[in-house]
């Protein structure tokens, strides 16, 4: 099933739609990890480091990624540390 490109929210209207796992939206998180959609036809993903382990682990059941704002998104994330950039597909780090 595919997404809407747009999302409506309380406090910034209709925006795009990025994913946030549920421990970052519960700021529960004080790390996250950046997932890139490898051909950028998907907004980018922000996963904590718990959901990234459970990622690169292949249990992926116990991860729930959410739709939220972009600009909520920016809001919840700005308080976190990155701590990596994955591709989604291939699971690998950039290199820098």
Do not use: N
């Given at each position: 099933?595919?997404?809407?490109?747009?999302?409506?929210?309380?406090?910034?209207?209709?925006?795009p739609?990025?994913?946030?796992?549920?421990?970052?939206?519960?700021?529960?998180?004080?790390?996250?990890v950046?997932?890139?959609?490898?051909?950028?036809?998907?907004?980018?993903?922000?996963?904590?480091r718990?959901?990234?382990?459970?990622?690169?682990?292949?249990?992926?059941?116990?991860?729930?990624?959410?739709?939220?704002?972009?600009?909520?998104?920016?809001?919840?994330?700005?308080?976190?540390?990155?701590?990596?950039?994955?591709?989604?597909?291939?699971?690998?780090?950039?290199?820098?």
């Open positions: 099933m595919k997404l809407p490109k747009l999302i409506r929210c309380g406090d910034h209207k209709w925006t739609r990025q994913g946030i796992c549920f421990h970052i939206k519960r700021k529960k998180a004080q790390e996250y950046r997932i890139k959609h490898p051909d950028g036809t998907m907004p980018d993903a922000f996963i904590c718990a959901c990234s382990d459970r990622l690169r682990s292949e249990k992926t059941g116990d991860i729930t990624v959410i739709s939220v704002c972009m600009h909520c998104v920016r809001r919840l994330t700005r308080r976190l540390t990155q701590i990596a950039e994955l591709y989604h597909g291939d699971q690998r780090e950039e290199e820098e």
